[in-house]
Each structure stands twice: as structure tokens, then as C-alpha cells.
């Protein structure tokens, strides 16, 4: 079964040095689940600063600045994986380097 890992924390948790080991550490671990065929897809997000929403009201476009919700946490990044079960996506999502300082949240994809 696939799955999303979806990253969230508070972008301001982390100094310059935690984020850059953070992305290192999550780049080794996105290799070696790639090369065990368990990751197809992962990637950190730029900061919220970058991000726009997009939202169609009554047929008019809205775009804002910034992520939709206002939430404590940010969403970080993705991991898309494959799991036997959802044990499985949990032990991936543990070595997450994100879910020491965020939450890592596992959705499995539905597919069409």
C-alpha cells in the first residue's frame, strides 16, 4: 500500500545548522528507502513566506500569500512511500528526522 508522510513543525523550532543537518539526514533516508523500492517521492518545502493559496469562489480566482490555514504548525515536506500495513508506514514515519521536533502525519492514498 503507498502512503503519504506528510512533515509538519513550527518553521521557527529550527536554527539554520538543525535544518540543514534535517534536510542531509532526510536526503540519506529518502536514498535508502528509494534503493529498498519503499520511496518514490520526497521532498522539503520551501518556508511558508513562498507559498500562495489558490481558491475559486463564485467563479472568481482568489489568490493570497501564504499558506490557506492558520495553524500552530507548518507543512514541511513529503515522503511518498510504500508499506506492507500501516505498522509499516509507522516504523518509516519514526525515522523521519522531522517527527523529533514536528509530527509526521501517514495518509493512505486512495487509489483510482
Known amino acids: ?23 542531509s539526514e532526510s536526503g540519506r533516508l529518502a536514498k535508502e528507502l528509494e534503493r529498498e523500492g519503499r520511496c518514490s517521492l520526497a521532498h522539503p518545502l520551501q518556508p511558508i513566506s513562498t507559498a500562495t493559496s489558490v481558491r475559486v469562489r463564485e467563479g472568481k480566482t482568489i ?16 515522503y511518498l512511500i510504500t508499506a506492507e500495513d500501516l505498522d509499516g508506514a509507522i516504523a518509516i514515519a519514526a525515522r523521519v528526522p522531522g517527527a523529533r521536533k514536528g509530527t509526521v502525519e501517514i495518509r493512505p492514498l486512495l487509489e483510482l
Open 1 to 23: 500500500m503507498r502512503y503519504l508522510l506528510s512533515i509538519y513543525s513550527q518553521e521557527s523550532d529550527w536554527t539554520e545548522a538543525e535544518r540543514t543537518a534535517c534536510y
Open 63 to 78: 489568490i493570497t500569500d501564504g499558506p490557506f490555514a492558520e495553524t500552530r504548525e507548518q507543512f514541511g515536506g513529503i
